[in-house]
């Protein structure tokens, strides 16, 4: 079965900036959606950003937004999270997922990567 790998994870001070990629090692259908969650020690993983993997369709979470960038490389199989000015409450391991629908919602993704963790320090 294919495979998702994150990566980029990583220790920053506030206000820094990481990049996560997520890698596909199979074929994606052009109808999956990808999604970057999180989920920081004893809370529920949270959504936190979304792209359509055919078109450009995005969807953030309020507490990201203008903060964080989804964006996708179809030739690479990849997904990337820009995520800049990055706060403390932002600390959690992120992980990517791949669904069949547009949704915010983590029970509608079927393939999880095994996640990378995000620290960030003041």
């Known amino acids: 079965q294919a495979q998702l790998a994150e990566s980029g994870g990583g220790s920053v001070q506030d206000g820094g900036s990481l990049r996560l990629s997520c890698t596909n090692s199979g074929r994606i259908l052009s109808s999956s959606v990808i999604a970057w969650f999180r989920q920081a020690p004893g809370k529920e993983r949270e959504f936190v950003a979304l792209?359509?993997?055919?078109?450009?369709?995005?969807l953030y979470a309020d507490s990201v937004k203008g903060r964080f960038t989804i964006s996708r490389d179809s030739p690479k199989n990849t997904v990337y999270l820009q995520m800049n000015n990055l706060r403390a409450k932002d600390t959690a391991v992120y992980y990517c997922a791949v669904g069949s629908q547009y949704s915010s919602d983590p029970r509608k993704y079927q393939r999880w990567g095994q996640g990378t963790q995000v620290t960030v320090g003041t």
């Open positions: 792209t359509r993997w055919a078109r450009d369709s995005r």
